[in-house]
């Protein structure tokens, strides 16, 4: 095995920042140590493989981004990005683990529809992966494989209060998985829209003649957003299941999250940059079709009701607790335009998984959040939160070599064709510049981004089996 000495940097946690070199055997961090520490009167440096200068740089654990969704069949077509494409381009942006969302439908066996995801990304990975479990149809069998699935390192489970005919389950529904999940310590994943009132409203706006994008965020209003946060919140509270929604857009569903907390519950909340930094009214309602790249659901709020500050300050005190992307990348070309005419017919998803690290980021330098927060919010807890922490999220002995080494001093350019490796044929955040750049990316101890040029491997990546929250109250 090589050995690997990352020496001047400023390694930073979730709990602070200190001047120490990192000493990798192999596949593990084996040592933080002193500047310049010697080993039996030797300079490390001459004993290593390798020497990786990360002075004036800081140096942070690999991000986690625990919400992907890579080749996800969607409204007629499928997600853009393979594994194989979407981990190359988490890789560029700083993020060595994904965790993905394997697909129940109605009327599949849950473990044919796990055994369908594990084809698709065995071998094709740039870097480590794990799954989450959409259930499709809440039924006898789905809730006794969500027993099983736990010794497969499948702990959390995702149910739809939105999507009807498709994800959708109603309330007796959510409320036996949920039971299920108390009872096996899982955590419940909540995509928290009322489904059936968003239906009416799509169809009355589409009646109007309304059919641009601007509609698709008009039509999911915060008000179903809140209700349905507040619903979940409540069938938690009865059975006793951690919660944990995903992509909290409304600053008034993150009130209700921030209430339950105080309360003692068990219920967490992801937000996602689109929230933090897009909007309804300049991006969905760009002019013509345009809007259509920012389609996703939960939708871009208004800034006039000032949802990204409140999103950024429940950041800072932790009524939210992790940045993830959902990142669900459709081109413009034959998967958006399926929408022309027709805004339900948009494939929802925005493509973000390359520059997640990056935009918070941003935030520290904009003063929103601490560089430690940073840290915490994209690698530290989410590896806790979903049952890999000590292995990933942490720059600590024993812990998996997943390194980033960041440079403040730097600068990118975000935007299609500059910081762009996604399969997608536009960007989402076309001319944003983020004061800050990723240099040097390794993942259990292999080199994977360096020099501006990718020196990973496709099939890289394992497969992570998971243990249960180690984040619960």
């Given at each position: ?126 870097i480590?992966?794990?799954f ?13 494989a ?25 309330d ?6 949920m ?20 239906d ?5 706006h ?48 993150i ?36 809007g ?34 959902d ?30 690290m ?9 003063g ?5 927060r ?8 989410p ?29 990118t ?61």
């Open positions: 095995m090589s050995t690997t000495l990352i020496t001047g940097g400023t390694v930073v946690s979730a709990t602070g920042r200190r001047q120490a070199d990192v000493l990798v055997d192999g596949e593990r961090i084996v040592a933080l140590l002193e500047p310049g520490s010697t080993l039996l009167g030797s300079d490390l440096r001459t004993t290593v493989d390798t020497v990786i200068d990360a002075t004036g740089r800081y140096v942070i654990p690999g991000g986690v981004d625990a919400h992907t969704h890579m080749e996800m069949p969607f409204g007629g077509t499928s997600a853009s990005d393979t594994f194989e494409t979407g981990t190359t381009a988490a890789a560029w942006g700083g993020t060595t683990t994904i965790i993905d969302f394997a697909i129940q439908r109605f009327g599949e066996r849950v473990q044919d529809g796990l055994a369908t995801w594990h084809e698709k990304a065995a071998g094709n990975c740039a480590d992966y794990g989450h479990q959409i259930i499709g149809g809440v039924d006898e069998d789905a809730l006794q969500m027993d099983e699935l736990i010794g497969e390192g499948i702990t959390s489970f995702k149910l739809f209060m939105a999507y009807p005919g498709v994800f959708y389950s109603t007796d529904q959510i409320l036996r998985a039971q299920t999940a108390a009872g096996n310590g899982a955590t419940i994943m909540m995509h928290a829209e009322n489904g059936p009132a968003i009416a409203l799509v169809a009355q589409l009646a109007r003649g309304e059919t641009t994008p601007y509609y698709h965020g008009v039509s999911r209003p915060w008000q179903l957003e809140e209700e349905a946060t507040h619903r979940a919140i409540m069938l938690a509270d009865l059975t006793g299941a951690p919660l944990y929604v995903v992509h909290v857009s409304a600053k008034q569903a009130a209700q999250i921030a209430a339950a907390r105080n309360a003692g519950k068990n219920v967490f909340a992801e937000t996602c940059p689109q929230y933090l930094y897009l909007s309804l009214e300049e991006q969905l309602g760009a002019p013509g079709f345009e259509a790249k920012w389609v996703c659901s939960t939708p871009l709020r208004a800034r006039a009701e000032g949802h990204q500050d409140e999103m950024w300050l429940a950041l800072r005190t932790n009524d939210a607790q992790v940045v993830s992307t990142h669900c990348p459709f081109c413009m070309k034959d998967q958006k335009e399926l929408g022309l005419g027709n805004f339900s017919k948009i494939p929802n998803g925005i493509g973000s998984v390359e520059h997640r990056d935009l918070l980021y941003q935030g520290v330098v904009d929103r959040i601490s560089l430690e940073w840290v915490e919010l994209c690698s530290t807890t590896a806790r939160m979903f049952g890999l922490y000590g292995r990933k999220g942490v720059i600590e002995p024993g812990a998996d070599a997943d390194v980033v080494i960041y440079d403040p001093n730097g600068h350019s975000i935007g299609y064709g500059k910081t762009h490796h996604m399969n997608m044929d536009h960007s989402a955040w076309e001319g944003f510049e983020i004061d800050g750049h990723v240099d040097t990316v390794i993942s259990r101890g292999t080199l994977v981004i360096d020099d501006g040029a990718f020196r990973g491997r496709i099939g890289h990546g394992q497969f992570l089996k998971r243990g249960l929250s180690q984040y619960l109250l």
